[in-house]
C-alpha cells in the first residue's frame, strides 16, 4: 500500500510581492487563469525572502502571468 504524494511548490504573486510554500491541495490552469489551494503555507516577502506568517490554508487564483510557480525541494 502507497501513500499519496505530498507535492509542495512555491507561488509567488507578483502583485503583491509575496511567496507562498505549501502543499497542493488543488491546482487548476485554465483559459490562461491559474487556481490554486496550498495547505501548511507558510508565507515569505518576496523582495527579501523574509518570514512573515504561516497559514493552515490558503486559496489564490488570478492570470497564469500574475504567478511564478516553481517545485519545492
Given at each position: 500500500?502507497?501513500?499519496?504524494?505530498?507535492?509542495?511548490i512555491y507561488i509567488?504573486?507578483?502583485?503583491?510581492?509575496?511567496?507562498?510554500?505549501?502543499?497542493?491541495?488543488?491546482?487548476?490552469?485554465?483559459?490562461?487563469?491559474?487556481?490554486?489551494?496550498?495547505?501548511?503555507?507558510?508565507?515569505?516577502?518576496?523582495?527579501?525572502?523574509?518570514?512573515?506568517?504561516?497559514?493552515?490554508?490558503?486559496?489564490?487564483?488570478?492570470?497564469?502571468s500574475r504567478f511564478h510557480?516553481?517545485?519545492?525541494?
Open positions: 500500500m502507497s501513500e499519496p504524494v505530498t507535492k509542495k509567488t504573486d507578483l502583485n503583491i510581492n509575496l511567496t507562498f510554500l505549501g502543499e497542493v491541495d488543488f491546482f487548476e490552469n485554465k483559459d490562461e487563469n491559474i487556481t490554486v489551494t496550498l495547505k501548511n503555507v507558510t508565507v515569505y516577502e518576496y523582495s527579501s525572502s523574509n518570514y512573515l506568517y504561516s497559514q493552515s490554508e490558503i486559496s489564490m487564483s488570478g492570470p497564469a510557480i516553481e517545485d519545492a525541494v
